[in-house]
């Protein structure tokens, strides 16, 4: 089945750097991979997805690659704040089409003020 | 909107026992997905209902079951509680299986 890996699992930059977060996934099939954002305590929310037809996708700060190739993808985010805090999961489609989600095992951002 | 509601927020139960969560999704979605995520690890797939069926479920036991009833609110059960099903149950909700996943705020599970 599907697989997904996500490095690092701990990230600190200062404020006002750039944060990138990594995903690989093992089967081509996957068609959509959103990242979730995670606050401490409240639940996982969709900040950012791209579908297997896009190779780039921004949203202001944040910014999402992909590369079908070699089967990564990537989560950008530029000019961090403290409030960027929190935990970040990438996850890939099942290719079988149920809907499912396959997640990676989380990326701890700290942005030091 | 109503986002998707979980009850109840915390639950703490004695090993052996069973448990009981509920969730409703948001209005006009008819699938539902149940997650576990453990201390320190991500959410592992458990459940995925659907018009009222069972469609899909991951790599757990027998003892973790549910349903999805009529208004596509659901349950899970988790009978003969272990140790090791200390976790955060979250539910997430879909409008059909491609669209966006919206999740609850979870049911934090403690087995003592």
Redesign the interface.
Known sequence: GENVE?HPSTLSVQEGDSAVIKCTYSDSASN?F?W?KQELG?????II?IRSNVGEKKDQRIAVTLNKTAKHFSLHITETQPEDSAVY?C?ASDP???????????TTLQVKP | EAG?TQSPTHLIKTRGQQATLRCSPISGHT?V?W?QQALG?????LL?YDEGEE??R?NFPPRFSGRQFPNYSSELNVNALELEDSALY?CAS?W???T???????TRLTVV
Do not use: C, H, M
């Not at chain 1, 079988?96 to 989380?106: P, V, Y």
């Not at chain 2, 690890?41 to 797939?45: K, P, R, S, T, Y």
């Open positions: 996500q959509y959103p979730y409240k639940r996982p929310q969709l997805d999961f996850a079988g089409n149920t809907g499912k989600l396959i997640f990676g095992q989380g | 998707v699938s997905y997650y690890l991500g959410l592992q797939f995925w469609r899909n991951g979250l879909k059909d299986r491609r966006e996943a919206f999740f609850g705020q979870g």
